[in-house]
């Protein structure tokens, strides 16, 4: 069995989409397959496709219901042991990193990394690791999901567990993670290296549009009532310690730039006797 089974999902980005085949094909390590799932692009994607369709293992250019729907395509087609989902516009950080990431001898269900946020419009990148050990928690995909650009998800897990959810729009992926890790405890591991460079013009701005919605509609699709009202009061006791740290930060932040001797408010402020009344509720 091949290792890894590669998707990509396009629509309409056949330049951000040439980049993405390039840097799966450069990869020194060719035990992979590769698998591309157009959603019927009307602009050159089709073009680029072709131009290095006897590389590909497998391509289909075709109307689908959104994102996920063309992600399940991909995971029906695949055969390997791992999926990894690099979409168009996201490509590997360079053509070695597949060769470094199973020198490893990963075993575990779920593997991820770090991905590298980059903006080609205002030319802005930073590190992005929404999770950054093993010892993952719960809390910690209450706020947060994997990077599904440096993910590798054994394919038993889909077989077992479903696709994701057609329904969604952007969170299908995240639920996935709390159906396998948190309610079925599969094996995790953290690897602390910068797999993909993860391109943040496309989707990103619509996420503020339907996140809130979706996360609190799929939780109540998995989480008892009482527990969810439970996670509910937490994350607004969350937010408002939150709200008192930035205060208390932007404080701080304008004595440093003042010209004002502020060590003695500083070290009061910075007190642990300090912090602990400042965030009592």
Known sequence: MLKLSI??????????LEKTIISVLNQTNKDFEYIIIDGGSSDNSLQVINSFSNQLTYWVSEKDNGIYNAMNKGINRACGEYCLFLNSGDYLINQEILKYIFSFNITEDIVTGAVIAFSE??????LLSKITSSDITLSDLFVASLNHQATFIKRSLFTRY?????????????????????????TFRYLDVAVTLYNIDGRSGSVSEYYTRENLSGLKELIPPRILADYQTGYIHAVKRMKKYLLFWTIFRILNLCT??????????????HIKRLFRE
């Open 260 to 273: 004002i001797n502020y060590d003695s408010i500083s070290k009061r402020i910075l007190s642990q006797r």
């Open 121 to 126: 419009l205002n030319k802005k990148t930073h």
């Open 162 to 186: 479903g696709l994701y959810e057609e329904k969604f729009k952007i969170i299908s992926d995240w639920i996935f993670t709390l159906k396998t890790i948190v309610l079925n405890n599969v």
């Open 7 to 16: 998707i990509t999902v396009n629509l309409n980005n056949a330049n951000g």
